[in-house]
T-cell receptor, first 111, second 114 residues
């Protein structure tokens, strides 16, 4: 898998936007960027994925730089329930479902 | 709620014993992956099954083995348990579609080896 680098932790005030960065400088041209999160003691939950263009769904937005070497997950209005570990993943294009999760970013949303 | 169910949710074993963990995939999903998550770490890929055949394996010894059944449910077997096998074991089902390859995870089986 393309190696990803994420900060170990971030804080965000409730109601504010949370911007979680991820570096994936070795990404290949046709490899997607996936984001998952894991709330304490639960299984990881899919958030969003993208290839080149920015993506938005009901949970979040994904901004991918033009050179595709980094991306940012945006939670537009963070709530206390968004406190979780967020994983940025670039699956190997030859073994698509083998995800390398790494250590992720622990997002702490504070009142 | 992903539709992926795992059993048991918690179990305690002693060193040297064997354990079988079970996973029912989401309806229509023919691919099941297993992950091990040690405390404080991200999930690590163990192996994947697609249409009852192993389809990729991570860096785990042969005492970690699995099965997938015709209904796509799956089992993870671990023989000769070691203390370091204590972890949350996660099952994820998916369709092998490169454009929407979401993994749908269950809540996991927490194994404690004493």
């Amino acid at each position: 898998d393309a190696k990803t680098t994420q900060p170990p932790s971030m804080d965000c005030a409730e109601g504010r936007a949370a911007n979680l960065p991820c570096n994936h400088s070795t990404i290949s041209g046709n490899e997607y960027v996936y984001w998952y999160r894991q709330i304490h003691s639960q299984g990881p939950q899919y958030i969003i994925h993208g290839l080149k263009n920015n993506e938005t769904n009901e949970m979040a937005s994904l901004i991918i730089t033009e050179d595709r070497k980094s991306s940012t997950l945006i939670l537009p209005h963070a709530t206390l329930r968004d406190t979780a570990v967020y994983y940025c993943i670039v699956p190997n294009r030859n073994n698509f479902n083998k995800f390398y999760f790494g250590s992720g970013t622990k997002l702490n949303v504070k009142p | 709620e992903t539709g992926v169910t795992q059993s048991p949710t918690h179990l305690i074993k002693t060193r040297g014993q064997q354990v079988t963990l079970r996973c029912s995939s989401q309806s229509g999903h023919n691919t099941v992956s297993w992950y091990q998550q040690a405390l404080g770490q991200g999930p690590q890929f163990i192996f994947q099954y697609y249409r009852e055949e192993e389809n990729g394996r991570g860096n785990f010894p042969p005492r970690f083995s699995g099965l997938q059944f015709p209904n796509y449910s799956s089992e993870l077997n671990v023989n000769a348990l070691e203390l370091d096998d204590s972890a949350l074991y996660l099952c994820a089902s998916s369709l092998p579609d490169r454009n929407t390859g979401e993994l749908f995870f269950g809540e996991g089986s927490r194994l404690t080896v004493l």
